[in-house]
C-alpha cells in the first residue's frame, strides 16, 4: 500500500482503500463485521469458526492479488492475513494480539499468506523480543568472535585462504547459532554494526598471517544494499594495515 502512495499519490492510495474494503465487504456479507482498522490494516469479525474462517481468509488473500483499475491506470497488490479464534483467547485484546502475531507470521513466511494462530506462536515471540535484545548489547558486550574455515590448494596441500566466521557466546544461552541470529540481525538492520565489527576483526587478525594467504569474509544483502559497505571495507583495512590485496 505505501508503494501505492509513494508511486501514484494519496488520491489513488484512497481510492485502493476504498476498493479493497468494497471487496473484503462483498466477501464477508453478512457472516461478520469488516472494518479498517489503521493504516492498511483491516479487520474482520466472524461467527462461523476458526476453520471456516480460515477458509474465507484464503479467499480474500486470492480476491485482494486481482488487478484494480483506476481511469488509465491499473494497480496490482497483495495481502497478508492472520487468524485467531475464541478457543485461542480469553479476551478481545488477547484475541487482537494473537491475531496480530498469526499476521507477522504470515509475513514472516513470505506474505501472501493467511496463518491460523498456534499455540507457543507468542512465547516464540516473546523469546525472539527477548533475543534481539540481547543481540542488540551483545556486540558492546563483545559476546562476539570468529572462527577460520581454512582453504587449501590441493596441489601444494597448503592453506591460501580462511573464511570468518562470527560465533556468539551468550552468557546464558551459551553458543547461539549463526541460523538463529544473523537472519534476526538482517531483519533489525543489527547486521550492518555487527558486519563492521567483523570486517574489522578479520582484518585486524589477518594482517598477522603469511603474505600468501587470503582472507574471506561473508557480506549480507542488507550490508551490500547498505552505503556504509565501502566505507567499513576501507577503514578496516586501513586500521589493521592489511593490503587490500
Known sequence: FKAVNDTYG?????????????????????????ARHGG?????????????????AEHIVAEIEKPYSFDNLTVVIGCSIGVCGLDDSTSPSDLMQRADIALYEAKRRGRGVAVGYQPGMIEAIAARGHLENDLRGALAL????????????????RIVSC????????????????????PLAEETGLIVPIGQWVL???????ANWPDAQHLAVNVSAVQLRSPLLLTHVAEALAASGLPAS
Open 10 to 34: 494519496h488520491g489513488v492510495g484512497d481510492s485502493l482503500l476504498v476498493s479493497v474494503a468494497a471487496r473484503i465487504q462483498e466477501m464477508v456479507g453478512e457472516i461478520g463485521f469488516v
Open 40 to 56: 492498511d490494516e483491516m479487520a474482520i469479525v466472524t461467527h462461523i469458526g476458526v476453520e471456516a474462517s480460515s477458509m474465507l
Open 142 to 157: 563483545r559476546q562476539f568472535y570468529l572462527v577460520y574455515q581454512p582453504i587449501l590448494s590441493l596441489t601444494t596441500d
Open 163 to 182: 573464511e570468518a566466521l562470527i560465533r556468539w557466546n551468550h552468557p546464558h544461552r551459551g553458543l547461539v547459532s549463526p541460523d538463529e541470529f544473523i
Open 200 to 206: 574489522e576483526q578479520a582484518c585486524r587478525e589477518a
